[in-house]
């Protein structure tokens, strides 16, 4: 009898060590901020911020401006990231595309800039269909592993797409913060 309570007390001590799960870091969105300041009023600011979006965000492959709101001085618009895969080759179902939000707030003497809302979508074109890998973040993302393909290797994918876009994102970034400074008249 007491073996048999035994035997039951490890099996129930092992269920319920079974049934615990360990928390996890929430994960973290990547994004890009820059706040430039400029010897203008906020009208002057906007315009700038306008010619600057012209030569930069605006040059990338799939931009569109969806918000230009002069009242409130918001520019808000998105671009695109081309993305293929440097760690992981002949993988056709991880090329896609990162779309990213590109938002301007322009105010007296600074101009306020944040890039955002990294998310990849996967190819649709390929034989097996395209592999998403959604939301970009920092950190070991994603906490699960993607399909077809083990947790190491699927964050070792999220960390080249991550780099790829922010590479891209800060490329233009500066380009807008040069544009925007030499409109300012600030060299």
Same mark, same amino acid.
């Given at each position: 009898?007491?073996?048999?309570?035994?035997?039951?007390?490890?099996? %129930?001590?092992?269920?319920?060590? %079974?049934?615990?799960? #360990?928390?996890?870091?929430?994960?973290?969105?990547?994004? %890009?901020?820059?706040?430039?300041?400029?010897?203008?009023?906020?009208?002057?600011?906007?315009?700038?911020?306008?010619?600057?979006?012209?030569?930069?965000?605006?040059?990338?492959?799939?931009?569109?401006?969806?918000?230009?709101?002069?009242?409130?001085?918001?520019?808000?618009?998105?671009?695109? #990231?081309?993305?293929?895969?440097?760690?992981?080759?002949?993988?056709?179902?991880?090329?896609?595309?990162?779309?990213?939000?590109?938002?301007?707030?322009?105010?007296?003497?600074?101009?306020? #800039?944040?890039?955002?809302?990294?998310?990849?979508?996967?190819?649709?074109?390929?034989?097996?269909?395209? %592999?998403?890998?959604?939301?970009?973040?920092?950190?070991?993302?994603?906490? #699960?592993?993607?399909?077809?393909?083990?947790?190491?290797?699927?964050?070792?994918?999220?960390?080249?797409?991550?780099?790829?876009?922010?590479?891209?994102?800060?490329?233009?970034?500066?380009?807008?913060?040069?544009?925007?400074?030499?409109?300012?008249?600030?060299?």
């Amino acid at each position: 009898m007491l073996r048999h309570l035994l035997a039951f007390g490890i099996v %129930l001590l092992g269920i319920v060590a %079974l049934g615990q799960v #360990v928390p996890q870091p929430p994960l973290v969105p990547v994004s %890009l901020t820059d706040e430039i300041g400029m010897a203008m009023n906020k009208a002057q600011v906007m315009d700038a911020a306008l010619q600057a979006w012209s030569v930069s965000f605006g040059q990338q492959p799939g931009a569109k401006k969806l918000i230009h709101d002069i009242e409130n001085n918001v520019i808000e618009g998105t671009a695109r #990231v081309n993305f293929r895969s440097k760690a992981i080759t002949f993988r056709e179902e991880t090329m896609g595309s990162i779309t990213y939000t590109v938002s301007i707030k322009a105010v007296n003497g600074q101009c306020n #800039v944040r890039v955002h809302n990294f998310r990849h979508t996967g190819n649709r074109n390929a034989p097996d269909g395209g %592999l998403d890998l959604g939301i970009i973040c920092e950190a070991d993302a994603p906490l #699960v592993h993607y399909e077809g393909m083990g947790l190491g290797l699927s964050r070792k994918l999220h960390a080249d797409a991550r780099k790829a876009a922010m590479d891209k994102a800060q490329e233009v970034l500066r380009a807008f913060s040069a544009r925007l400074r030499l409109l300012g008249g600030q060299q």
